[in-house]
């Protein structure tokens, strides 16, 4: 049997906390540059982030929905990045682009749609939306494949077994894992996976799909100190429900998955 390769590893999540290299700053410092089509939904602003500045700080108690909103993590809300800020706060309560009736999904159980175009995910139940989350999707050349997939392996705690944490021997983390496509090539078969990484604002990943965990955050890069946000995990355990198996574990009939839509970048 042929080996599997796993992909999908940050561009971004290796880098030392709160700073960039030179040549990734001058690519990547205005998260304005990137384009969703629910942007024409909301009046916004570009603002430079200052030192001081947090989530919090500038978006007060709409700060989750704020970094929903630019669909990046606390830890590159980094001073000198260019963000988007709605006019008005409370135009991004609830943030989601993900339409709240999906009918194709009527009929089943649980069903993700992943659309690339807006860089998020959504959850559903019989067609109605239960939770959302961004997502980080595929550099230029690494895009994940649209299509209409089944989750068919779930690992509590995956690995790549292609990619380090940049400067370590040590494996990337590919935590809460949810395998949904193994390609079969001639000389390997990759595999995608839905599963917790870093959520920078824009594409990043070698093919995965990437959601929030700030609990894999904290235990490689040591923040932040209190992890909130876990929408890795609630994914997994949602669709794991009623059990939640810790290691590798095939299953037969696991969500749909549907990937549409072409990245901003």
């Known amino acids: 049997m042929k080996p599997f390769i796993l992909i999908g590893i940050a ?18 410092s205005s998260l304005c540059d990137v384009h969703y089509p629910s942007d024409a939904r909301i009046e916004w602003e570009c603002v430079q982030l200052k030192r001081n500045d947090s989530p919090y ?56 749609l992943v659309d690339q175009a807006e860089m998020f995910l959504g959850a559903y139940e019989y067609g109605t939306l239960v939770f959302s989350t961004p997502v980080a999707v595929g ?14 392996a779930v690992d509590r705690r995956h690995e790549s077994n292609l ?22 090539k001639v000389d390997s078969w990759p595999s995608y996976w839905l599963h917790g990484r870093d959520v920078p604002g824009h594409p990043a990943s070698h093919g995965c799909i990437g959601l929030y965990d700030e609990e894999m955050q904290k235990q490689y890069y040591h923040e932040p100190q209190k992890p909130i946000l876990k929408d890795a995990k609630k994914l ?3 669709v794991v429900a009623p ?23």
Request: hydrophobic fraction near 35%; charge should be positive.
């Open 11 to 28: 561009l971004l999540a290796t880098l030392p906390f709160g700073s960039l290299p030179a040549a990734a700053a001058d690519k990547l």
């Open 57 to 112: 700080r500038l978006f007060g108690k709409y700060w989750k929905d704020g970094l929903r909103f630019n669909r990046m993590d606390r830890r590159h809300f980094i001073a000198g990045m260019w963000i988007k800020v709605p006019k008005r706060l409370e135009d991004i309560q609830g943030f989601t682009p993900m339409p709240e009736n999906y009918p194709d999904a009527e009929q089943e159980a649980k069903f993700i």
């Open 139 to 152: 550099i230029d050349g690494h895009r994940v494949p649209n299509g209409e997939f089944r989750v068919d």
């Open 163 to 184: 990619y380090p944490v940049e400067g370590t021997d040590r494996p990337y983390p590919m935590h809460y894992g949810l395998r949904f496509y193994v390609e079969k």
């Open 236 to 238: 997994y355990e949602w």
């Open 243 to 265: 059990h939640r198996p810790w290691k590798l574990r095939y299953i037969n009939n696991g969500p749909k998955v549907l990937i549409v839509g072409t990245p901003p970048l």
